[in-house]
């Protein structure tokens, strides 16, 4: 088990990390293509954040990365956020991005296949979004590890399935598909 100070040490860390994720909301002014790729690195940093509660070794390290989630998708006009130690700022949450993401591609003028893809999309990413939510507010309230833990799990594969990144042919679309049509998948990775 690691030291307390070593635990403190990456509480800060990340901590940070999720400061920087935070800071990264979609600008009200910023086009369709920024917008897109801000939604994608904050719900990679949501991916990473459950990644870390599913391995906390202690029930108030996952707690502290589940909260962090919960920051990041509700923003602090959330219910239930809770503003990190020492900020003070408005903070927009990931809901709030998608919820101006959706709005932009309504504004858009695409290819009818192409605005199907992209509502279909958009659909799901909420869906998921709003189950991960529910999944990191249920582990809050747990107190036992193993199962916040479980609950964590759940977040995680609801925000993956937000992300999509298909196993294979056959998927369900997600904002993967959406960096597709706009050409900026930016995971590296040839399809």
């Known amino acids: 088990m690691p030291s307390r100070r070593t635990r403190r040490t990456f509480q800060l860390l990340v901590l940070a990390v999720t400061l920087a994720g935070l800071s990264q909301a979609v600008s009200a002014d910023g ?7 801000a939604v994608s690195g904050r719900l990679r940093l949501a ?19 589940a909260q962090q989630i919960v920051n990041l998708l ?16 408005i903070v927009r949450g990931l809901r709030s991005d998608l919820s101006a993401l959706v709005d932009s591609f309504e504004k858009a003028s695409f290819e009818q296949e ?7 999309a958009t659909r799901n990413i909420t869906s998921y979004v709003e189950m991960a939510l529910e999944a990191a507010l249920r582990s809050l309230r747990q107190r036992r590890l193993e199962t916040a833990s479980e609950e964590m799990r759940r977040v995680y594969a609801f925000l993956a ?31």
Do not use: K, N
């Open 31 to 37: 086009g369709i293509e920024d917008r897109l790729v």
């Open 47 to 65: 991916l990473s954040l459950s990644s870390f509660a599913v391995y906390a070794p202690s029930i108030a390290d996952l707690h502290l990365h």
């Open 74 to 89: 509700e923003g602090s006009e959330g219910a239930h956020y809770v503003p990190p130690e020492g900020a003070d700022e």
């Open 114 to 120: 192409t605005r199907t893809r992209i509502a279909t």
């Open 161 to 191: 399935a937000a992300y999509e990144r298909p196993a294979g042919h056959s998927t369900v679309p997600g904002l993967w598909t959406i960096l597709r049509v706009y050409g900026l998948d930016t995971s590296g990775e040839e399809t």
